[in-house]
Structures are given as C-alpha cells and as structure tokens.
C-alpha cells in the first residue's frame, strides 16, 4: 500500500444547484410523504422507518456494507484505479458500485487514491453521494476514514494533523483533546467525511504490543477514558461521527489481529476495571459508533469466536449491560484476526447474528453481499433483524445532516481545512505533549553558541499520515530554522556496522547529535548507533519518534525526549524544546520498565523532566 500524498487533483467542476436538487429530489419527496422532518430539517423516526418499510431486501442489505473504491473521481478514475475497482470488487469506478449494491458507507485511503488533497476529496465525496441520490430511493452515503492522527491518519497535507493519542495523553489535557477532535472533525466535515474511526479507546498495558502502542492515549484507564471522551465530544460537535475503538479492548495484546488472532487473557473483573471505562465513558458521552475487535476473550466468551462474531460480547454485554444503541461497526473484514476460524462468506452473516450494524471492507464485496442476502432469503437472518441495523444507520445519517445537507463543495475546504489557526493550535498542542526523561548535567537545551554544529542521524520511517518527512530531515530543518546549522543524515531503523561507522565518524565534525529512534530492540543495531555515538564523547539527545519505551534500550544517553509519533508537527515540537524555545511539558502516560528487569518500573506514569 501506498500514499499518495499532495499530487495533482484532476478535481471535476462542482455540480450545478439544478443538478444537486434533482439527484435528491426523490428521496425528499419520500421522506415528506411519509412524515414531517424534524425543526432542524433531519427526517424524524417515523419518516425513516417508513423509508425502510419502502425498501427492498437489496437495499436494505447494501445499507449494511461498507467498502473501499480506488480511484479520486467517483466517475472518472484513472486507469489503474479502473483495473483494480474490476479485479477486486467487480465495477469500474464508486458510482458503479454505488449502482450495484446500493452500499451505504465507503470508507477513504491514502493507497486506494481517494485523498490527493482536500479540494479532491470534496468533489469525489459529491460524486459519490450524486450518484447514490440520483437511485430510486436512493439514500446519502456515510464517508467514513481513520484519521487518528499521529502514526495513523489517511489525510495528509495541507490539512491540519494533530499529535496523536499516546501525545495528547502525555500533554493530559481534557481541552486539547476536545480542540484536536473539533478542528479534526470541522475538517473532515468539509471534505465530506462524516464518519471517523476514532478515537482508540484502547488501553494499552503491554509496551510490546504491535497494532495499538501510542495510537492509544495511555496505560491508566482513568486517564484514557476522560481524553476518549472529550475527543468524543469535539468530533460529534463539529458534525463527525465519532468511533471508539477496538471493543471490547485491544490493548493487552502482542499479536496484531491483521496479521494472527490475538487472545485476551484478562479476567471478567479486570475487564470491568481495565479495559472497560473508556468505551463506559464514549458512551455515556454519546458515541455515535463502536468498533469492534477481532480477538478472543474467553472470560467474556468461551466459544472461540471473535468478539466481531460474538452475541454474549456485543449483545449481551454491550447492548444490553452496557446500554448501547448506537451504531457498532466492524473492524475491517480483511484481517486475519477475524477469517481464520470461518470462511469470507459465513463472517459478515455471523457479525450481523452477534449484533454489528456496519460491515467494513469485506475482502471480497460481491461473496459477503450475496451471503447477508441469502440469510436472509433462507430465514436465518430476519428481515426485522436486518431492519434494526438499517434504521441505525439511517439514524446516524440523519443526525449528521446527510438528508439534509448531503453535499459539500469547495467553500467549506477553503474557510476551514489547513487553516493558519488550525495549523497554529496543532504546534501550540504538541508543545504540551514532547515529554523529557533524560536530561543529564543539564544538556538540554543545547545552546545556540556552545553547539552550533548539529548532527541528525537515526530512522526515517515511511511517512504515517502524508507530512513531509523523512524524519531526519524535518528535524535537522527545524533546527536550521531555530538557529543551528544542522544536517541529516539517515541511518535507518536496522543500521548496519558500515553504517554506524559512518555516523561515528560524522559525529567528530560536529557539536552535538540528536539521533531518532524508532522501537529500539536489545542487541539492535539502533542501540548500537546511540551507544557508539555516545563513545564519542559528543553530547547525543536521542527523540524517540514512536514508544519511549526506547528509553530503556539506552540507558548511557544523556538526554532523552519521547516525541510519541514522527508527524511533523510532533518533530518540530520537539525541535523547539532542544533549542530551548519551548519548555518540555508531557509526563509519561505509561509505565516504562527496566529492560534488564519488565518486573521492575523505571519511569512510572506521570514522570516528566522540564526547564
């Protein structure tokens, strides 16, 4: 998979007013006919039921998919983007898919090419809700993307990205969490997104945990489920549905569920105390949807099955004790962690029987379709159980305003995406997050007059969310700007000996090094890098751009910043603190054990150095 990140647009002319007014003159007249809206202009209960009773079993089923569509046109893609809409998923372009099978959501990647820039992304959600509206009884379509921010987000430049969760939960203000979901939300609005999967809710107790790590605000559930839910509450008020995710908790795992089918060892009272107050807290904050996980957790359920496939988990236990009636939305159908018990045709029919409304990216379209269809054709999935899930959905899109309001166009990129004050409040928030737990003689901040010759080395993973990397670089040119003469030099995240050598040597010629880590492991060829620069006798800050738990790895450096996420906005943070501009506020939102001894913490939760 690829980004494609801030290419050309080959963004269409935005339709005319005559043409948007008829594509949804049918389902507005529907909807009048079968009962008043509500003040704000939303269809009410009685006029959504009555457009579900109008339904045929078709559309129904389709309201339940959603999918992936390659392309940045809703009806022109480019070729490539043509060629896969045929291999994977049978239609040339989303309108055709819209067509076929009537789908009620499409979700929107970077690989998948849906999010060139902001104003692409606008004329491509128009597209596609032009096409769905233009169907007999068509309905608005809910956009849907998993921009968390930080090391996961699907829209890049020049849209605003934010510090992501394990940050914020080290800035541990309720505030910034709210601002990052508002500004977040208005930006995904303008674009057409109105659905977004997050936050993480997950609380994340094992530092080797390889899918969730700092894309969770911390290890301290409390603290997790006041940022979930003023996160929450700043999507929601800026018209976004919000998605709390992974239930019933995916936090304690070191098994990715892509890739294998994790198991959940935690008993019933741990759970209860562990993993779940924060989905307790999105709820009672009003969550408009919850994901599900695809992991085993025999304490709530014995049978083998996935949480995504289990009644006892997402009826008993979510809908009925914890009071959810909100939308519940599968993770993505894809991964590993929920076809390795049953084949691609049973899993979405067995979601719908444990209680899911949504059902995400199906591997293959067309087999899950036929399969929801032929349930309920055979009796094993009732037509009032499919309409259930249908009004839940239909619920969401009209409290989002989509029957409203389905259309964006281009003055709401323009008045809110990118922004000066959005860009501006992401610096002002990763300020408060860039946590300092090593500072030895004071070597931080480096002087301007003392080391003035600085030396970038360390890894440069692949760009998480479109920002401009690598991360080597951004450093080194922040700290340029800041006054330094600084220069990069990458060495990546397995460096070999020849490698280092070259580091060391490079190091000689300058005054100080700041070296990025990324999941420094023992023995590592990182941990030799830093260890050998340190030798030198150069003074070397090491910026931890993903876990601090690297912190532990490097016990002989002499200053050491967690940074949480190599985005931009995080890197420059923490350039500013090095140089002294900015003072070091975050505290650890987790525990950092001793490598020598896991049993044995070595920063505790709530540890910070400032100056």
């Known amino acids: 998979m690829h980004d494609t990140g801030t290419a050309s647009t080959g963004s269409t002319a935005q339709p005319s007013r005559r043409t948007l007014l008829a594509a949804g003159a049918g389902l507005t007249a529907a909807l009048a006919a079968a009962a008043p809206a509500t003040a704000a202009g939303a269809p009410d209960d009685s006029a959504l039921r009555a457009l579900v009773s109008r339904m045929t079993p078709e559309e129904k089923v389709g309201q339940l998919f959603v999918t992936r569509v390659y392309g940045h046109s809703a009806t022109d893609p480019d070729q490539a983007d043509i060629d896969a809409n045929l291999k994977e998923i049978g239609v040339r372009t989303a309108a055709e898919l819209v067509e076929r099978y009537r789908v009620g959501g499409i979700i929107y990647f970077a690989w998948a090419h849906n999010t060139r820039d902001p104003h692409q992304i606008a004329d491509l959600s128009d597209g596609i809700q032009r096409a769905s509206l233009g169907l007999p009884r068509g309905v608005p379509v809910l956009i849907s993307t998993d921009q968390e921010h930080g090391i996961v987000a699907r829209v890049g430049k020049p849209a605003t990205l934010f510090p992501g969760a394990m940050a914020l939960g080290a800035g541990g203000s309720r505030p910034d969490a709210r601002t990052v979901g508002r500004l977040a939300g208005a930006e995904l609005r303008a674009m057409g997104i109105r659905q977004n999967y ?54 304690d795992t070191n098994v990715d569920s892509h890739t294998g089918f994790p198991t959940i060892t935690h008993s019933r009272e741990l759970w209860e105390e562990l993993d779940a107050p924060p989905f307790r807290a999105a709820i009672a904050a009003g969550i408009d949807s919850i994901m599900t996980a695809h992991l085993m957790v025999p304490a709530l359920d014995d049978s083998g099955d996935p949480a995504t496939l289990s009644h006892p988990i997402l009826t008993g236990i979510l809908r009925e004790r914890l009071g959810y009636d909100g939308v519940v939305v599968t993770d993505s159908l894809g991964m590993e962690g929920v076809r390795s018990k049953y084949g691609d045709d049973r899993v979405p029919v067995l979601a719908l029987k444990a209680g899911v409304d949504q059902l995400l990216n199906p591997p293959d379209l067309d087999l899950a379709w036929n399969a929801v269809l032929t349930a309920v054709r055979e009796g094993e999935l009732t037509e009032a159980r499919l309409d259930e899930s249908v009004l839940r959905i239909l619920r969401l899109k009209a409290k989002l305003g989509l029957f409203r309001a389905p259309y964006v166009g281009h003055a709401g990129v323009e008045r809110t995406v990118g922004t000066r004050g959005h860009l501006a409040a992401a610096d002002r928030i990763a300020e408060r997050t860039t946590t300092l737990l090593v500072n030895e003689g004071r070597l931080l901040p480096l002087s301007r007059r003392r080391h003035p010759r600085v030396l970038v080395v360390g890894a440069d993973p692949a760009s998480p969310s479109g920002t401009t990397g690598p991360p080597t670089g951004v450093l080194a040119g922040a700290l340029t700007k800041l006054g330094f003469s600084a220069t990069a030099l990458p060495t990546g995240t397995a460096p070999s000996a020849a490698t280092i050598a070259k580091a060391v040597a490079s190091a000689r010629d300058v005054d100080a090094v700041v070296a990025a880590t990324y999941n420094v492991t023992a023995g590592s060829g990182q941990q030799a890098l830093v260890e050998q620069l340190v030798a030198t006798g150069r003074p070397v800050v090491a910026v931890a751009i993903r876990n601090p738990y690297d912190v532990a790895r490097l016990p002989s450096v002499p200053a050491f910043l967690a940074a949480y996420s190599w985005t931009d906005v995080e890197l420059r943070a923490a350039a500013r603190v090095i140089a002294g501009r900015a003072r070091p506020r975050g505290r650890l939102p987790v525990p950092v054990q001793r490598a020598d001894d896991p049993e044995q913490v070595l920063y505790p939760i709530g540890y910070g150095l400032t100056y």
């Open 198 to 251: 997050s936050p993480v809710a997950d609380v994340n107790v094992n530092p080797a945990n390889p899918v969730i790590g700092v894309r969770s605000f911390g290890a301290d559930q409390r603290a997790v489920s006041a940022l979930v839910a003023a996160e929450v509450a700043g999507y929601q008020g800026s018209g976004v549905a919000a998605t709390a995710k992974h239930f019933p908790g995916h936090g």
